[in-house]
């Protein structure tokens, strides 16, 4: 595997998102904002936890009222470039980051 290395030139380990724990993540979005590449989706889940599908900025659905709370998933991993600002604003600590090394193509 190749050598990340920053700008100027400092070794740089890339750390991928491939997992958000479900039952600590409180749905609170900060992550989906600061990721770059739209990795995350917000998720509907409902009293029994089943994940209800996906909740976008303009649906005020409520899945007919079976709405009990939000999480954030990884919807496209492979778009992750390892920047690791979703990690930064995590108030949850809930996220799964590897090292870009350690990941399998």
């Given at each position: ?45 409902n009293d029994e936890g089943e994940i209800l599908g996906i909740v976008t900025d303009d649906d005020d659905d ?44």
């Open positions: 595997m190749s050598e990340f290395k920053t700008r100027a030139g400092s070794p740089y380990t890339p750390l991928y998102l491939t997992d958000i724990n479900g039952e600590t993540c409180i749905g609170c979005g900060r992550c989906f904002k600061v990721c770059p590449q739209g990795v995350m989706a917000l998720y509907g889940v409520d899945f007919d009222g079976d709405l009990n709370r939000k999480i954030m998933k990884v919807e496209n991993a492979g778009a992750c470039i390892g920047c690791n600002a979703c990690a930064r604003v995590c108030p949850k600590n809930c996220q799964t980051h590897v090292p870009a090394d350690q990941v399998a193509a």
